[in-house]
């Protein structure tokens, strides 16, 4: 944390393992109170996942019905998030780094990501990583694009933590994200000034 009480982004500047918070106002119906984990920033662009919208029209035992994998052994109340509007047919698996395959993109100490069948057939079969989601479609930015829209007040991020990543409370991620940046959500106004 920097002595202003604003997260710091990472030393390179980017927001890889950040949460994007949306502020009130967002332009874009799609990114409303959202709350998405930063997987990749940099100088060609960003992807993250939203985290805290699930698709109410499937499950994840649904999902693996659809492309032929048991669900047996999975957790049935299990659901399923829209990442994005990008790719919305394919899926993503944002988990705890205990699960690392040839295949997973390693974020962070805590965090990777995997978009391969193996993993959801061994979360299937109940060995998969200790804590995911499975997220279809992806947020993503080209070069500059991300940067551009938070210096048009259209995001801020904050420190990502287990709760606001995979707690189960989806609706109330956006609140809690905005509070531990120092923040009352009623207190913000819909419409963005400049000085």
Known sequence: MTTNN???ANEDGYL???LLVAMPGMPD???DRTVIYMCAHNEEGAMGLVVNKSLDSLTFSELLDQIGIDSGGC???RSVHFGGPVEAARGFVLHSADYVRDATMVVDDAVALTA???ILRAIAEGEGPNKAILALGYAGWGPGQLD???KANGWLHVDADDELLFGPELETKWERAMVK???DPRMLSDNAGHA
């Open 6 to 8: 604003k997260p710091a």
């Open 16 to 18: 890889t393992g950040q």
């Open 29 to 31: 119906p799609r990114f």
């Open 75 to 77: 957790d049935k109340a």
């Open 116 to 118: 391969t069948m193996d």
């Open 148 to 150: 551009s829209e938070i």
């Open 181 to 183: 940046l120092g923040i």
